[in-house]
């Protein structure tokens, strides 16, 4: 298996004006990482092509378009957590590219096609906030619905997990009532945005098509293992398709600030290698730190060792009661 990452540096553009926890460091942290695992080289480096302003309606409405392009004239707030300025426009952009980009070329050949980019999207719904959210919490367009798009477009059907540890709001919003996007998020529980229950199962005519697994604050690697085992790779094996696209947030690793989890390398270089018979499309999401320098290389190493590590789990009883409810709710329509 190979690994090419699609980059560029106009993603550094979107910048804050002072100090905001999504701003230009997180690349360097996500490189440094990169770097140090032998993964980020010169000849695997891409750089993406822009989409249009006209395909961007492809997941957006022209109002919500419409404001990011005015209001990125000039630095300013959408909302008390989401920021805009001059460089917004063109990186938002550029960022769908590489999302377009990696999907593309994961149905070409198998791999894995990391879509390093900034701003993050899954939060983004077609007309902004979400499911009621209160904010955008720092998403611009949404990367990964463009991702499940392109698929579904391409190869008729499209499967996404999201391991951020925010629910993917926007994704599933967008999705919501089409059967051919599988969406399965694996999220803390009871944190913004607030959604993503386990009885949230899809729109009319495609329920069972939306899988929420929200996990319980301070949850472990055995946790999150075990919800891994019992709902996300049973799914997958039964779909089978030929791209994954992965809404990769690895801000539930411990010592990250903006969530309780406590996940470690085991969880992601396990989630990695189990995904290896498939062909990725990685889209970046949250992670701020020590989860981009940790976690983004543990994975992409699971990935190509494609050897997942094996033990006993010791999950806590919130975990397994979340799980069985997941289970419980899903069986009419997947074999749990």
């Known amino acids: 298996m190979s690994l090419r990452i699609f980059y560029s540096p106009i993603f550094r553009e979107h910048r804050p004006e002072g100090y905001h926890p999504e701003n230009p460091t997180r690349l360097d942290y996500a490189i440094k990482g990169l770097r140090e695992g032998d993964f980020w080289k010169e000849d695997n480096v891409l750089e993406p092509e822009p989409v249009t302003a006209e395909e961007v309606l492809l997941i957006h409405d022209g109002e919500y378009v419409g404001k990011i392009r005015e209001l990125g004239r000039a630095f300013g707030y959408l909302d008390p957590d989401t ?99 599988i969406h399965i998020d694996i999220h803390e529980r009871d944190i913004y945005p607030w959604s993503g229950y386990e009885h949230d199962v899809g729109g009319r005519d495609a329920e069972g098509s939306k899988i929420n697994i929200p996990m319980p604050h301070y949850a472990t690697d055995d946790d999150y293992l075990l919800a891994w085992m019992e709902v996300v790779l049973p799914v997958i094996e039964e779909v089978n398709p030929n791209v994954v696209v992965v809404s990769a947030g690895f801000d539930g690793f411990q010592g990250e600030l903006l969530t309780t989890l406590r996940l470690t390398e085991r969880f992601f270089r396990y989630a990695g290698a189990t995904l290896s018979r498939y062909s990725l499309a990685v889209i970046f999401e949250g992670g701020y730190n020590v989860g981009l320098m940790e976690g983004l290389p543990a994975f992409s190493e699971g990935y190509l060792s494609g050897e997942p590590e094996k033990g006993p789990l010791k999950p806590s009883y919130e975990a397994l009661s979340t799980v069985q409810r997941v289970v419980t709710v899903h069986r009419e329509w997947w074999e749990l």
């Open 83 to 181: 920021y805009v300025s001059p460089g917004t426009w063109e990186a938002a952009l550029t960022a769908l590219g590489a999302a377009r980009d990696a999907v593309k070329s994961a149905l070409k050949r198998p791999g894995m096609y990391l879509a390093l980019v900034r701003p993050p999207g899954h939060h983004a719904g077609r007309s902004g906030k979400a499911f009621n959210a209160s904010t955008l919490g720092f998403c611009i367009f949404n990367n990964s619905a463009f991702a499940a798009r392109t698929l579904k477009e391409l190869d008729g059907k499209a499967l996404v997990i999201d391991f951020d540890a925010h629910h993917g709001n926007g994704t599933q919003e967008i999705f919501w009532n089409d059967p051919d996007v």
